[in-house]
């Protein structure tokens, strides 16, 4: 697997420059996901917040086990990919 500085240059990769929404427009959550760094690695994560711009685009609050912080992405449903939670 590779190192955790990979994963926070992926991290970085995928924030864009993204800046944070008002928190008072974001909805909660804990989401597993893997994330495709585009090299053939994936990475586990957790999306812990929702937020949709008037604009209608999707963002998450990202964070990569291995990474000190989360960052807010836009969700991007080819490299980001929401697990199956337990349940029948």
């Known amino acids: 697997m590779p190192d955790t500085t ?3 240059g992926l991290l ?3 924030t ?3 800046p944070p929404p008002p928190e008072e427009q974001v909805r909660s ?3 597993p996901v893997e ?3 585009g090299a053939g690695w994936t990475w586990p994560g957790t999306v812990t917040g929702w937020w949709s711009s ?3 685009a999707t963002m998450c609050r990202l964070r990569l086990s291995g990474c000190a912080s989360s960052r ?3 969700f991007d449903s080819d490299r980001i ?3 199956v939670q337990g349940g029948t």
């Open 12 to 14: 970085e990769e995928l």
């Open 6 to 8: 990979t994963a926070e």
């Open 81 to 83: 990919a929401l697990l």
């Open 16 to 18: 864009g420059g993204c």
């Open 72 to 74: 807010w992405v836009e």
């Open 29 to 31: 959550t804990y989401r």
């Open 35 to 37: 994330v495709c760094d």
């Open 54 to 56: 008037p604009e209608g």
